[in-house]
């Protein structure tokens, strides 16, 4: 499956010298296949958008799955699901805290790691990559 990417122009500073871009533009299904074709890559970056889409979704499996173990000790697809989808989300909040200039084991300071998740990523070049925003 190709994933077209939208792109828009927009101007970005490099290093002191302005630069004419175009930033990515993707719908919330091609975030999350995007976000999906990432799972073994934990360096880089994934921009706020992109991840949003992916734990909204995941997050909404996750609600469907419960609601059909209704009335069960153990909900089966559920953990499946979990189980299958455990590296992709792990390797897409490594990555969403990349963009913000942190390292992945911020990952494990509770409140935190919520705060740096929802933040606003780097504009330039960091540590870990180009802006994810103009790749």
């Given at each position: 499956m190709k994933i077209s990417n939208l792109r828009t122009d927009t101007v970005v500073e490099n290093g002191?010298?302005?630069e004419k871009k175009e930033k990515i533009k993707r719908n919330i299904i091609e975030s999350y296949v995007y976000c999906l074709s990432c799972y073994k890559d934990f360096k880089g970056r994934t921009s706020r958008k992109d991840y949003l889409s992916f734990l909204f979704i995941?997050?909404?499996?996750i609600i469907?799955?419960?609601g059909m173990g209704i009335g069960t000790s153990v909900n089966i697809p559920m953990l499946i699901y979990i189980i299958i989808f455990l590296l992709p989300l792990l390797s897409n909040t490594i990555r969403r805290?990349?963009?913000t200039g942190h390292?992945?084991?911020f990952l494990f300071i509770p409140i935190y790691n919520?705060?740096?998740l929802l933040k606003k990523g780097n504009n330039c070049t960091n540590?870990?990559?180009?802006n994810p925003l103009f790749d």
């Open positions: 002191g010298d302005m995941y997050l909404f499996f469907i799955l419960r805290l990349h963009d390292r992945g084991w919520i705060y740096l540590r870990y990559g180009s």
